[in-house]
T-cell receptor, first 115, second 108 residues
Framework: EAGVAQSPRYKIIEKRQSVAFWCNPISGHATLYWYQQILGQGPKLLIQFQNNGVVDDSQLPKDRFSAERLKGVDSTLKIQPAKLEDSAVYLC?????????????FGSGTRLTVV | GQQLNQSPQSMFIQEGEDVSMNCTSSSIFNTWLWYKQDPGEGPVLLIALYKAGELTSNGRLTAQFGTTRKDSFLNISASIPSDVGIYFCAGNTDKLIFGTGTRLQVFP
């Protein structure tokens, strides 16, 4: 099966600019996650969707970050305006509960550099 | 946000050696997962553990769910060059919390 698709792979922007990332999960996976991974750290959950509804966005900096999954499939994550500390890899993952198989599959990520 | 503590932070070993790493938390988790991340890629699931005391193997990898439910261990036997990467533990209750990572370097 096709994996989780993310684009772009790399993005360099100046601080205070806006940026958007796109994710297409594995077909049939109802749950979609956005993670932020700062260099040298483990991924940190930003937001979790179940179909097109938000399950958990407690760690999303809502003053500048927003995410949507309008039709319950693709998702976009936006940062506006970006700060230097937003430089990180943004990972999208999708999952389906399949018995004991967690089925968390991650995309390759978008590496954002804010200068 | 909360992160799990992994040790060691990095390891430099020779091909053929065995590797052990662990993950500890102040919180109890229902599930422990171990991931490997290669440069420029997302984490890939290696092993999932679902109950305290559980010992599970996947080829040369063996992982254990600690009896206190606050820790987990991963062992890699007879390491090979392609084992190079960053290994993350992750604990799950209602959300997946990742560890700080162990960077493994294998020399031929």
């Amino acid at each position: 099966e096709a994996g989780v698709a993310q684009s772009p792979r790399y993005k360099i922007i100046e601080k205070r600019q806006s940026v958007a990332f796109w994710c297409n999960p594995i077909s049939g996976h109802a749950t979609l996650y956005w993670y932020q991974q700062i260099l040298g750290q483990g991924p940190k959950l930003l937001i979790q969707f179940q179909n097109n509804g938000v399950v958990d966005d407690s760690q999303l900096p809502k003053d500048r970050f927003s995410a949507e999954r309008l039709k319950g499939v693709d998702s976009t994550l936006k940062i506006q305006p970006a700060k230097l500390e937003d430089s990180a890899v943004y990972l999208c993952a999708s999952s389906i509960w399949d018995g004991l198989d967690y089925g968390y599959t991650f995309g390759s990520g978008t590496r954002l550099t804010v200068v | 946000g909360q992160q799990l503590n992994q040790s060691p932070q990095s390891m430099f070993i020779q091909e053929g050696e065995d590797v052990s790493m662990n993950c500890t938390s102040s919180s109890i988790f229902n599930t422990w997962l171990w991931y490997k991340q290669d440069p420029g890629e997302g984490p890939v699931l290696l092993i999932a553990l679902y109950k305290a005391g559980e010992l599970t193997s996947n080829g040369r990898l063996t992982a254990q769910f600690g009896t206190t439910r606050k820790d987990s261990f991963l062992n890699i036997s007879a390491s090979i060059p392609s084992d190079v990467g960053i290994y993350f533990c992750a604990g799950n209750t209602d959300k997946l919390i990742f560890g700080t990572g162990t960077r493994l370097q294998v020399f031929p």
